[in-house]
């Protein structure tokens, strides 16, 4: 009788907090910032995109519930995730331009990410600069709903980090500063 209970509660461990890798998906643009962006442009000038990094770490996957690892496909890092989400809003909005005589490049300070319930979500921390000189410091969180099973909560991680990538490119976008990195 024990070794079925103790079976059944091995079990239940297993499918609760057992969970298979997940990839997020591509970024797609967000009508947000396009809007944001295209308001931008009709005062700023179009800029290059130089390198996202992330101070050397080269991070591209974080592990969930310590269980299953949540990555960004064809194992990019996550600050090359948002190099390439943060220049396809500008090419849509005509706001990039190879040949522009300001780069913008930044650096991934900080990505921090939890699944706990009742406290879901990814947050950054991000230098954003110019090659015009001008610089400036980005926080952005984004919160969402999880689960108490591990396979659900590490799918709804993996699900909105693109979503996340969106609101701080939205966060960079629409500071203040943000045309003066265009100047």
Not at 25 to 54: C, H, M, Q
Not at 89 to 104: G, H
Not at 163 to 169: D, E, G, P, Y
Request: charged share 20%.
């Amino acid at each position: 009788m024990r070794i079925k209970v103790t079976g059944i509660i091995a079990s239940l461990g297993f499918v609760m907090f057992s969970g298979c890798a997940n990839k997020v998906n591509d970024y797609s643009v967000s009508t947000e910032n396009l809007l944001a962006l295209k308001n931008i442009s009709k005062k700023a000038r179009p800029v290059n995109v130089g390198e996202f990094t992330d101070s050397g770490k080269k991070e591209s996957a974080v592990m969930c519930r310590l269980s299953s690892p949540v990555g960004t496909p064809k194992g990019k890092t996550f600050a090359s995730y948002i190099q390439d989400a943060f220049k396809k809003e500008l090419v849509i909005t005509n706001m990039y331009n190879p040949k522009a005589k300001n780069t913008i490049t930044a650096n991934l300070n900080d990505i921090s990410s939890s699944t706990l319930p009742a406290n879901t979500y990814w947050a950054f921390d991000m230098t954003v600069k110019s090659s015009n000189g001008k610089s400036y410091n980005v926080k952005s969180r984004y919160d969402y709903e999880s689960s108490y099973l591990a396979s659900s909560a590490c799918s709804e991680m993996q699900r909105s980090f693109p979503l996340a990538v969106q609101k701080l490119i939205h966060k960079i976008v629409t500071d203040p500063r943000f045309p003066s990195l265009t100047k």
